[in-house]
């Protein structure tokens, strides 16, 4: 009895262990997943930088708008006699973008009246076909106004433009007026457009 008693122990030290090396052999109880938060989306790739726009055409700056042609001054020596006594001698014409200018000296000398007037009626520049620009008067002497023994150096400014192609234009003072009229003298003087003209 002795025998099968010591043979007990270890048997039944042989089934704990066998039980236990089962136990051991067991996979081992898997943990429960841990939640864990969702991991993000990747992160789309960066977008390509866009292209930088294509350059706006620079617009060309605009050319300097032409500078006004400087006026062409022709001198000229031609003079004109009405018989109330008025002399007008014309020195030079200015041709201008916008008004034509006389350079003039006129003198009156009458002993029956004290003045005369260079725009008692209508004075202005003629061209051949027949376009007339009109005097301009002074502000402060409307009639152009001479006394009896003096003599006006000055311009006289006629308003607009002579046609480029113009040889001569003609200096009509007080149109309709007869040379006699001592109010207001008629005189037409003709005016050559070329260098030196007399």
């Known amino acids: 009895m002795s025998a099968s008693r010591s043979l007990a122990v270890p048997m039944a030290a042989l089934a704990v262990s066998l039980m236990l090396g089962a136990c051991s052999d067991k996979a081992a109880p898997v943990a429960p ?13 960066a ?11 620079v617009a060309a700056a605009p050319a300097p708008a032409a500078a006004p042609a400087a006026p062409r001054q022709i001198p000229l020596s031609v003079q004109g ?6 002399t007008v001698r014309v020195k030079s014409v200015e ?7 006389l350079t003039v000296s006129a003198s009156f000398g009458n ?3 004290n003045f005369t007037n260079l725009a008692e009626t209508a004075t202005f520049l003629v061209d051949a076909a027949g376009n007339r620009l009109m005097l301009k008067p002074p502000d402060d002497n409307r009639f152009v106004r001479i006394n009896s023994g003096d003599t006006m150096e000055g311009k006289l400014v006629f308003l607009g433009a002579v046609p480029p192609s113009t040889t001569q234009i003609r200096l009509v003072i007080n149109e309709g007026n007869a040379g006699d009229n001592t109010n207001g003298p008629g005189l ?8 030196g003209g007399t």
């Open 33 to 45: 997943p841990v939640a864990t938060a969702p991991s993000a989306a990747p992160a789309p790739a």
């Open 95 to 101: 041709l201008g973008e916008d008004a034509t200018v």
């Open 47 to 57: 977008a390509p930088a866009p292209a930088p726009a294509p350059a706006a055409p």
């Open 81 to 86: 006699i009405a018989n109330a006594g008025l």
């Open 188 to 195: 037409s003087i003709t005016l050559p457009l070329q260098q």
């Open 111 to 113: 002993r029956d009246t």
